[in-house]
């Protein structure tokens, strides 16, 4: 409980803060999650419209989904170039503050960070796409959007290892790798002959708010974050931040 009141108190002290700097990623963000659902929803249109299983849209949710967890602020932008957070964690180090509640608070981001990013990404997404929109009704959408922030979040449980745990260079090798690991699972459904948007849409229309694949993505989300975050805690002890 201690935890969990350090940590709302580092991330009110956060929006306490400079107000420009709160306005900018605030807008930043809105621009960059409309781009993101601009080229979502045009594929996502087009799949439902002429039935294909394109691997574009797969791979846009198997790669884009786990960011709307992220905070797109000044540090996260000059990530690669100034190893922001390695700064920012050997500055916490020095303070009297737990590690697990700098953790928590990283958690509580995310978790804010996908309720406002994924509210407006899927959100716009199905506002464009008037075809889905023909295939599916809201609560159903809704469904498939918590299923897929139930990915999102599970990979976020990764994203806070590398991000606490690498330096910058390291980070960005990494996203890329992962990126390309996204490509190769979308091919691979591909060729398979599935496609993940079809199956995760059927699947939100059949079961609705009882979708096993929903339930799984979340609780499965939920405990990757929590096992990655008990792992970065015991690797951060023995880190070198300078």
Known sequence: MQTLKDS???IRGDLRGDKIRIVITTLFSIVFMTYLAGLMGLLVNESADTHQRSVLP????LA???FLGVVYSRRAMKYWSSDSYTKMLAYLRSL????????????LQSVICFALNGALFFGLVYALAGHLRASISPL??????LTWIG???AITGLYIFIEFLYSGKAYFWLLLLIMLISFGVAMLVKFS????????????????LLSPLMWGTLIAGTVSVQLFSRWTILRLK???LV
């Open 140 to 145: 159903g959408y809704v469904v498939f959007s």
């Open 193 to 208: 002959g599935g496609n993940l948007l079809f199956y995760s849409l059927a699947y939100s229309k059949e079961w609705g």
């Open 96 to 107: 009297p503050i737990p590690l697990k509640a700098v953790l928590c608070k990283r958690k």
């Open 151 to 153: 990915y999102g979040l």
């Open 8 to 10: 709302l108190f580092m």
């Open 58 to 61: 797969d791979y846009l949710l």
């Open 238 to 240: 023995s880190r070198d």
């Open 64 to 66: 884009v989904v786990p």
